[in-house]
């Protein structure tokens, strides 16, 4: 049985697919985002989250560490006062995240189903596709970068309902400015779903300065257009919490580009592809 690591579930999620969903969040992400807003889930390890602003420097923490520099043993956590400490971070079976999702299978099967996010949970394929085939019954949805090889992604795709998909920046060397890698897998499983028959969206963050450009949108509604399965393309607007979670982990936010500047977002170019699109 494949055990993996998860980092957070959502319960009555409303944005992670068609209805009412439980949202599981994997951890490790091959991408390094710019506006990345989910920092806890690039790595594949247990990390330490602390509020630094509300600290009172009590001392209990530091009194029962035993270790020079923080392996997330999460010994601190139960003796904070003000409950400002949490492990990002749990390892599970296939089977124990199966257990636990199907607690309230009967819910999620009548109004929506359960939604793998992350992180990039294809970054866990062989994990995720034991979890997703021991769901009978439940609508099952992936929200994924689509940064990965081929193979893992159709394997994956076939065993879902439903697929989200971003495609953050159709150029390539922009691709790799911002995220860190160029987007060939990306566009190669975008095509797959394209001439697919599996209900899909398309996600736009749309970031100051970086995608939000006429030029942007067009290439990638060219692209899009013709795929019977998308449903629409939705654009999640950048916003400046971004970075709130950077400091509980000790790192810096230091984004590439503007955040300040304001976003432009051209949804008539995707209508004259006649592909819906919504604003989230």
């Known amino acids: 049985m494949e055990k993996g690591i998860i980092f957070d579930r959502k319960e ?22 710019s506006w990345c807003h ?4 690039l790595c594949m390890q247990p990390q330490l989250m602390v509020s630094h602003a509300s600290c009172t420097h009590c001392g209990r923490c530091a009194a029962v560490c035993t270790h020079e520099k923080c392996v997330a043993c999460g010994a601190c956590v139960p003796v904070c006062p003000l ?43 062989d994990f995720l596709a034991e979890v997703l085939e021991m769901l ?14 081929p193979d893992v992604f159709r394997r994956i795709v076939g065993l879902l309902d439903y697929v989200i998909m971003d495609i953050k920046l159709f150029d390539g060397e922009k691709h790799r400015r ?10 190669e499983n975008a095509e797959y779903l394209c001439g697919g028959r599996k209900p899909f969206l398309i ?33 999640l607007p950048y916003h400046q919490t971004a970075g709130a979670k950077y400091g509980m982990l000790g790192l810096e936010y230091r984004p590439d580009f503007d955040a300040d500047a304001g976003i432009r977002i051209c949804r008539s170019v995707f209508s004259e592809y006649g592909i819906p699109t919504e604003v989230l």
């Open 83 to 125: 409950g400002l400490r949490k492990i990002a971070g749990e390892f599970l079976t296939s089977g124990e995240l199966a257990r636990r999702i199907l607690a309230d299978a009967g819910y999620y099967s009548r109004y929506g189903g359960i939604t793998f996010s992350g992180g990039e949970p294809l970054m866990q394929a």
């Open 203 to 235: 996600r736009i963050p749309v970031i100051p300065g970086v995608n939000d450009d006429e030029e942007n949108f067009r290439s990638t509604a060219a692209f899009l257009a013709g795929a019977e399965a998308l449903e629409r393309v939705e654009f």
């Open 12 to 33: 009555f999620a409303v944005f992670d697919g068609p209805g009412i969903r439980q949202t599981v969040f994997l951890k490790g992400c091959p991408l390094r985002c």
């Open 136 to 149: 009978p019954g439940l609508h099952k949805a992936v929200e994924t970068s689509g940064y990965c090889e």
């Open 38 to 41: 989910n920092p806890e889930g």
């Open 178 to 187: 911002y995220t860190g890698a160029d987007n060939r897998r990306i566009l």
